[in-house]
């Protein structure tokens, strides 16, 4: 604990603020950790996968979650990966499991005291497919439920329609958020959301939620799952709602989910061209580029944070980095802008430009979050 420190990087909306972890020892003696993927936040905890491993990515054994709590600014590290795959499977590998995508999910534990947290991770087994699944939590205190400072598996039986159970699909979480206190929400961005309650009197329970309609990808696809679903479609909990953000076309919607998780109601459209053709776009000078990886704003009804790659168009159809084709492989930057949108009076409220030729803002993995208010408490 005492080799790391966190490192956070507070950027003015809507450019993208950075969560890093210095290394006070070097890399080789952390087991060849070097970097981490943010998996979901909860108020000021945020929950990262470190190093290679990832829920049923073989034998990587260097790595393990991290939680980050903002108020504190300190650092826990849950215990590795193999303690997941081996419980109650003395000696198995870590084959064993296969995971669903970015699973881990966090929710702040009051119960428990100040910093409290509950870790939740749900994967299958090469014994257990869809809709079979094991449910593993992991409670950083004791608790009425469990001594904690433990992982403990449950078997569950997910409410799944065959269609994402396999064998042409299978149920993949593209993104986890925390809702309601006690819920978790896995969300496949190609079909719907299934939410848990965590803490149900009764043991965890699980519902599952179509997107709307319209807007859930005609099965079977792909199972490479061919494009970045965050490209045009996000979800996240929006003062207190379940809200779905999706391109759908040249326009931009959103929902909101009723409080009994029953009915998806359109909130906002705003079409590309009246984007484009807006008093505030043409103030600020910004270039005719379709939006994409549009993210929720997690306080603010009707925002909608969106991206916009200047990508060079001047290819070189004798270079090795074009296909058969000519589309460039490895497309190169000119410039990139981060947006602030309001969806209901058609208005950018504010952007942010960069010429940093970067590779990662071409497929950028985004996680909308409150962790920064937390930096300096709560309250701020």
Not at 131 to 158: H, I
Not at 172 to 189: H, I, K, N, T, Y
Request: aromatic share 10%; hydrophobic share 40%.
């Amino acid at each position: 604990m005492a080799t790391m420190k966190p490192d956070t990087a507070i950027a003015d909306r809507p450019e993208v603020t950075y969560l890093s972890m210095l290394w006070q020892t070097p890399a080789r003696s952390m087991g060849g950790v070097h970097g981490g993927e943010n998996s979901s936040t909860d108020g000021g905890l945020v929950v990262l996968y470190t190093g290679p491993y990832r829920p049923g990515n073989g034998g990587f054994s260097a790595g393990r979650y991290m939680v980050y709590d903002a108020a504190s600014s300190s650092v826990d590290r849950s215990p590795r990966s193999s303690t997941i795959n081996g419980l109650g499977r003395p000696g198995a590998g870590s084959s064993t499991i296969n995971g669903l995508g970015r699973t881990a999910a966090i929710l702040r534990h009051g119960g428990g005291g100040e910093g409290a947290y509950l870790l939740a991770e749900l994967v299958t087994t090469h014994d257990r497919v869809l809709p079979d699944a094991e449910l593993y939590l992991w409670w950083s205190s004791p608790s009425a439920a469990d001594p904690g400072g433990q992982w403990t598996p449950r078997t569950v039986c997910l409410p799944l329609p065959p269609q994402l159970c396999g064998p042409t699909y299978l149920f993949e979480v593209d993104v986890a958020f925390s809702f309601a206190g006690c819920r978790v929400c896995w969300v496949d961005l190609f079909a719907g959301v299934m939410v848990c309650d965590l803490l149900a009197p009764g043991g965890p329970e699980f519902s599952v939620v179509p997107l709307p309609e319209g807007c859930a990808v005609d099965l079977p696809i792909p199972y490479n799952r061919v494009g970045v679903p965050e490209q045009l479609r996000s979800m996240g909990c929006v003062r207190g709602a379940i809200k779905f953000v999706c391109k759908d076309g040249a326009t931009l919607k959103t929902w909101a989910l009723s409080p009994d998780l029953n009915e998806w109601n359109e909130t906002a459209a705003l079409r590309v061209e009246d984007l484009w053709a807006s008093e505030s776009f043409r103030v600020m000078e910004l270039p005719r580029i379709t939006p994409a990886f549009p993210v929720l704003s997690a306080h603010e009804d009707g925002v909608v944070y969106v991206a916009m790659n200047d990508i060079k168009d001047d290819v070189d159809e004798f270079e090795d980095d074009v296909d058969e084709l000519g589309v460039e492989l490895f497309p190169e930057l000119k410039a990139r802008y981060a947006l602030r949108l309001d969806m209901l009076q058609n208005k950018v409220l504010s952007f942010t430009k960069s010429s940093k030729n970067s590779w990662e803002w071409l497929t950028p993995s985004l996680l909308a979050s409150e962790f920064s208010a937390y930096l300096q408490g709560p309250e701020e």
